[in-house]
Structures are given as structure tokens and as C-alpha cells.
């Protein structure tokens, strides 16, 4: 009896986790969880809030609306593969350069800021460009992870709103050259 | 003890991944639909972001010619008629969504009738691509009938919320990002699905 009792308690087991890299749900879960599980992808995407922020108007809202749509043209290349060279150190360079100018308090014109960012958000789509296939829901994928990418920048603006106080504009600063540091991680193979 | 065995037996776990839809009957079937094409849902997003954005009283018209849309184009989809096959409708129906998104992004005012317009064109897209092949006579109808109030009901959530955001300016700029977003994600899928296979 002890027996039958304890065959049909381990037919309890949840099966449907077997799905959950399925489907809509799924799709969507692993699009969001893409740009969080690789660190250069994270801090790069920290990075740009973080620069949006302490450039001020019209840069803080200007660059999370600009770099998913062109992260977008990128994942276009990646899709239809269009052959990129070096994206993974394109991503750790973006890191670098982007940490630097919040390290170094660059402050360029606003229409070369956009270029600097435009120009990297090219490697950071092309890299998930080429997982969307592969993507049980591709739509749910893209949405999943141009969502996550948004946050992330949200994140890096929120924590770079410190700079409009002394001591915050120190650790936003420092926050830069930590990213940079983790750019030079990957570009090195550190990391 | 021999009962209780049994009755743990019963549970059905695995059946979780299908009872939604399997148990629900053909009306609420109907209203699932929006909620599990992705596709619809961005462009009734997005439409709803740039209705709420452009001022929902000034716009109510839109609103109207949106739902009057989806109704002609469920009533025509239950009807048989068809615009082309399936996957030129997603394209379709992706490829306003991103437009509209695009617009959303832009946040230039636009004229009533224009946005008259693409509420009814949208409207009418999302009507005629609401059709469930496995459904037939009386269920098919109740299913399109369910999916047209429930991509009504789907608007007005963020129309509202877009309405409510035009307050302050980081509040527009959110808007402005969620279209960024729309668009991206659309933009990305239609390139999958223009792209020439591997």
C-alpha cells in the first residue's frame, strides 16, 4: 500500500516546467532574460541610461527611445545574416567606450552622442537578431527582450539621476569606470 | 488508502498546458484569441497608446470606427472572407502595428479623420484575422463575436493609460518608449518573416 501511495505522490511531479521554454510564455520569458543573462550585454545597457542621465535633456529620454529602434536595424542584419564581424567584442568595446564617457564626464554634442550609442546598439541587436529564429515565439522573443533592454537602460537612468547631487556625481562616475573595467573583462577574455 | 492513491492519480497536472482554452467554451475562446496573437496585441497597443496620446475626448470618433472596423471585419471573417492567407495577414496586421507605433513614437499631432482612418483600418484587420479555423457555424461566429469585444475592451486599457500620462512630460516620454518598443518588436518579426530560409 505504502508502495502504491508513494508511486502516485511521485506522479505529482510538474510537468508542464518541461514547457517552459515553449510557446508564448516561453518566448517571451527567455526574449527577457536575454539581455540579463550575458554581463556585458547588462552593464552596456546600464551604461547608456547612466550617459543619458548625466548628459541631461534631451539625452535621458532621447536614447531609450532611439536605441531599441535601432538595436532593431541590427537584429534586421542578424536575421537575415548579414555577416558582422567581431559582434562580441563590439559588445565589450561598447561597454568600454560608453563607461569611459560616463567615467570622464564626456558631455559631446547631443547628435554625436546619439551616433556613439546608435553605433553600438548595432552589435547588441545583431546578437539577439541571430537567437530570434531559433525562438519558439519570435515575437513574444523580441518583445521579451527589447522590453528587458528598456529596463535596463531605465535602471542606468535612475541610478545616474544621483549625478544631480556632488557625492552622486562621484558614484555615477565610478559606476562608469566599473563598467568600463567589465568591458576590458570581456575584451581580454577575463571574463 | 487504496481511494486516496487513486484520487492522487486523477490530478491532472499535465493538463494544465491545454485546459485554458480546451474547457472555456467558444465566446470566452473568442476572447482569448487577442491575448494569445501576439501580433494583435501590438497593434491594439500600440492603436490605444496613440489614440490616448492624441487626447481620447477630442478622438472619440477613432474609438468608434475602430470597434465599428473589428465588427465588419469578424462578421466578414465569419462570413468566409477572406483578405489573402493567414501568414500575409499577420504581416499585415505587424506591419500597421508598426506604423501606428512608429506615429506613437513620433508623438506629432494628427489629424481626426487620419486617425479615423487607422482606427477603422485597424479595426477591420484585426476583425478579418480573428477567424479560428477549427471552429464552424454557430461556434465560429460566438468565438469572432467574443474576440471583437475583447480587442475593444483590450484598447481601452492603454488609451486610458496614455490619456492619463499626457499629464506630465516623463510620463509622455514612457508612452513615446512603449511605442519604441512596439515598433522594435515588430520590425524584428517581419524581417523573420520576410527573410529568405536558411
Given at each position: 500500500m505504502k508502495i502504491l501511495l508513494i508511486s502516485s505522490l511521485l506522479l505529482?511531479?510538474?510537468?508542464?516546467?518541461?514547457?517552459?521554454?515553449?510557446g508564448l510564455a516561453g518566448g517571451f520569458g527567455s526574449g527577457l532574460l536575454h539581455p540579463v543573462l550575458g554581463l556585458d550585454h547588462v552593464v552596456a545597457m546600464l551604461a547608456v541610461g547612466l550617459w543619458g542621465a548625466f548628459l541631461g535633456n534631451p539625452a535621458i529620454w532621447l536614447l531609450p527611445v532611439v536605441f531599441p529602434l535601432v538595436m532593431t536595424f541590427g537584429g534586421v542584419l542578424g536575421i537575415l545574416g548579414f555577416p558582422i564581424p567581431a559582434v562580441e567584442a563590439g559588445i565589450a568595446l561598447s561597454a568600454i567606450v560608453l563607461g569611459l564617457m560616463v567615467a570622464l564626464a564626456v558631455r559631446p554634442a547631443m547628435p554625436v552622442a546619439a551616433i556613439i550609442v546608435a553605433m553600438f546598439a548595432i552589435f547588441h541587436g545583431y546578437a539577439h537578431g541571430t537567437e530570434l529564429p531559433a525562438s519558439a515565439s519570435p515575437l513574444a522573443f523580441s518583445l521579451g527582450f527589447v522590453i528587458s533592454t528598456g529596463l535596463l537602460h531605465l535602471v542606468g537612468i535612475a541610478f545616474g539621476l544621483?549625478?544631480?547631487?556632488p557625492v552622486g556625481r562621484g558614484l555615477v562616475r565610478a559606476g562608469g569606470g566599473v563598467i568600463a573595467l567589465v568591458g576590458v573583462g570581456y575584451l581580454s577574455g577575463l571574463l | 488508502m487504496w481511494r486516496l492513491a487513486v484520487l492522487l492519480l486523477a490530478l491532472?497536472?499535465?493538463?494544465?498546458?491545454?485546459?485554458p482554452i480546451e474547457g472555456l467554451g467558444d465566446f470566452f475562446n473568442g476572447m482569448l484569441h487577442p491575448v494569445f496573437v501576439p501580433a494583435h496585441l501590438l497593434l491594439v497597443f500600440a492603436l490605444g497608446l496613440l489614440i490616448g496620446q492624441q487626447g481620447v475626448f477630442a478622438n472619440l470618433t477613432a474609438i468608434w470606427s475602430y470597434l465599428l472596423g473589428v465588427l465588419i471585419g469578424a462578421a466578414l471573417a465569419g462570413a468566409g472572407?477572406?483578405?489573402?492567407?493567414a501568414s500575409i495577414q499577420e504581416l499585415a496586421v505587424l506591419l500597421v502595428a508598426m506604423g501606428v507605433a512608429l506615429l506613437v513614437v513620433l508623438a506629432a499631432p494628427l489629424s481626426r479623420p487620419a486617425l479615423v482612418l487607422l482606427g477603422l483600418a485597424a479595426g477591420l484587420l484585426l476583425g478579418l484575422d480573428s477567424?479560428?479555423?477549427e471552429l464552424e457555424g454557430t461556434a465560429r461566429h460566438v468565438a469572432l463575436f467574443g474576440s471583437a469585444v475583447a480587442l475593444y475592451l483590450l484598447l481601452l486599457y492603454p488609451m486610458a493609460t496614455a490619456e492619463r500620462f499626457s499629464v506630465h512630460p516623463w510620463l509622455r516620454v514612457g508612452v513615446r518608449i512603449i511605442g519604441s518598443w512596439i515598433a522594435a518588436s515588430a520590425l524584428l518579426v517581419l524581417a523573420l518573416l520576410l527573410a529568405p530560409a536558411a
Open positions: 505529482l511531479s510538474n510537468l508542464a516546467h518541461a514547457h517552459a521554454e515553449g544621483l549625478a544631480r547631487w | 491532472p497536472a499535465t493538463a494544465w498546458a491545454h485546459s472572407f477572406t483578405l489573402t492567407d477567424v479560428q479555423a
